[in-house]
């Protein structure tokens, strides 16, 4: 028996503003800086999909990628690519920090995996800027 | 007599919509599909500023990078990172397109350069698309 | 009246064996060295296409970036990814080297190009190895 | 006492085909897709090699880098570089997906690290396509 | 209760030789070969600084990302950016080795962060060679 | 007749310093700043060499590239590659700026290539910062 950890690498585009509902105007500009301008402003998300498990022994794929993509195409790509997160259903009051937006990601994946199981995900909001999740 | 070309590399973050006032809806949403969502998506853009001149034959430098760094800054990156470029004074009455917004940074950094000359612009909206500009 | 040079980044994957039918085995194996291998090897190419041309000035666009990369992906990637290029019809005849390569997918996009003209073509073989077509 | 993981990342340039011989040529069609394409097709394969260990008190390094890569070109890409996965000895009866390569890779390493252990292994077959291995 | 890790990229550039008071000068030149050369080379460094813990459940954050990138600012870029390493104060007595860096840093880092805990530092001296610390 | 671009991207691991003997202590310092830090700090340079010329129509080749590579680390890298720059014959007499690096490696390679003739370098002293020579 051997656990293999197979990743994909995808990515999307999309606004979003830093504003608490809980922090009064002044805190949210204090606290949030430049990413509570009102208008909002946006990155390239770049996200990886860890599932950890066995490899078929036949297919020698823990999972075929092509499912894989299909997968996070319609549980979080479609959501996000080209929108404004602040306005998406799947971040609905949620402030849409890095950190906010990988659990998120990660409870609308975790139980579409038909084999082996979501192990992390990681998400570059900037090349300089990422976070991790596993579920913890 | 040697000509060399300097190059600088910065970044910013934005969000933009592309939308014309010269067009109706319906052929905004078939020109510009997701892009012309209404509020708006964005980018991590990187940008390239090459200036082209001889170098001092004392200090052995076309310009002093920490002082084109200071000229972008100022003339560009403060008026755009994390701005919607839709509502920027600097790109008022033009859909943010790439090449639009490539043009407009030339024009805006164009006669702030105090040795040598600028040479060509490189943005680059995602990893996948970029555009230059030469002033032609 | 402005000029704009618009790129578009893709990729493929495919096989190759470097060997010329003008030569005998041995120069084929000094020449080409393990390039030269029967069974062949790989590579995940890039391909940067550059169009040259002036921004429509009612959307501000040389080409639409979706109308480049349907264009890419008809004339050339669905010829060529996944593919090993000795056996392509679009390469027939050529040792697939990155110059034949580049010069071949140039004049399969050439033509194809319906606003601005093709001005540059840059194939990665490897992030090492890159050549440049300009058409001269 | 400490800890340290010390990792060299290496390259190598490889053809190979998806197809299981427990399969039937429709099965395997379909399994494997364009992958399963008779004549082949390639990758850039990046391969990151880590190894846990303790810095050594006088030379302040887990391993000579140095000696890190021969061991891993005489162990590795001697037998893979620029070669045709589906041929090469080290691969004998394995679908070389990037799962059973990773593996055997592990295998041919895992008992020729002089000092410390080897820990993970990491490939990319593509820049959007990754597998890790711990011996798990 | 949930936990994210929370990635802070930063960069600095320096020169290093590796040269060890413990051996004699064959002894350093066998070791580090080229590294050990008496004038010293360098490299632009990368640093990824992970903090590991629980959201603010008002903020969405581990921690502000510029609250981080000041700490490590003043805890060690200033130290160590466009420095000749073998002469900082922070590595005093140390030979210069990226284990050794790493396991310098981390200590200089791990009591300054205020939420969270730091989990995991990552230095590359080149994209080819790097190396983990997780305190252990 | 056709011609093409080839492209060898190289490394190498250097220190230096800035400081001009044709300038005061003070003049120095005000002028390069960090960089001229007496003790030296470094970086790992890229190098990309583009040679102009026909590929061969027996071989599909402008330059054999094991040959470029071969010329490339005879000329310039084994003079460089973890030397401190202020100390090589290459560069003797020279501030060490990449403006003055690339043209001293234009005019040691522009002789040596036997096929075709040396069209542009670019170096990279950081990720952030290159320079590019075209012999003008």
Redesign the interface.
């Known amino acids: 028996m051997?656990?293999?950890?197979?990743?994909?690498?995808?990515?999307f585009?999309?606004?979003?503003r830093?504003h608490?509902a809980?922090?009064d105007e002044e805190q949210n500009r204090n606290?949030?800086?430049?990413?509570n301008?009102p208008?909002?402003?946006?990155?390239?998300y770049e996200l990886e999909i860890?599932i950890r498990g066995e490899?078929d022994p036949?297919?020698?794929?823990?999972m075929?990628?092509?499912e894989v993509k299909a997968i996070v195409e319609k549980e979080i790509l479609v959501h996000v690519?080209?929108?404004?997160l602040n306005?998406v259903a799947l971040l609905q009051g949620?402030?849409?920090?890095?950190?906010?937006i990988?659990?998120v990601f990660w409870y609308a994946l975790k139980d579409k995996i038909p084999h082996g199981e979501l192990y992390e995900m990681v998400l570059y909001e900037?090349?300089?800027?990422?976070?991790?999740?596993?579920g913890?």
């Open positions: 051997s656990v293999v950890y197979l990743t994909r690498h995808v990515h585009s999309a606004a979003h830093l608490s809980e922090l606290i949030y800086g430049l990413c301008n208008l909002g402003h946006g990155h390239n860890t490899p036949v297919t020698g794929m823990v075929d990628l092509k690519d080209h929108q404004h306005h949620k402030v849409p920090t890095a950190e906010n990988v659990m900037t090349p300089r800027h990422s976070v991790r999740y596993r913890e």
